[in-house]
């Protein structure tokens, strides 16, 4: 009998991503869709071209839009920082400790660039 080797499973059932992560803490801003709730400041923990993960100090429920807000460093954009906005659905809430963050895993669904008040463009 043919059985899979145990690494092969666990590779397969752990890595459903579709895009490469990069670990980028970098400081956004996120507003709850239809929620009357200010924007809330947080930090993002990795990001990917179609998802990103980040802090929160209160659980979102799966299916939540967000949009988040923040800026590309010059490092990672090659050129000037670029701001970008993007609309998001939480796939996964984590909360490893009651007193903690939240952590918030999102797949962004749409993504603008925004201009800088400086480019006069």
Known sequence: ????PESATLET????????RFDMRLPATVKVENDKIDELLTETQNVSARGVFLYLDRPLAEGSRIHVTL???????LTDPVRVRF???VVRAEAPLPASRVGIAAVIEDY??????????
């Open 71 to 77: 800026t590309l460093p010059p490092h990672v954009t």
């Open 112 to 121: 603008e660039f925004l201009r800088s008040a400086a480019s006069g463009i």
């Open 87 to 89: 609309t998001a659905r």
């Open 1 to 4: 009998m043919l059985e899979k």
């Open 13 to 20: 059932s752990q890595d459903r991503r579709a895009m490469r």
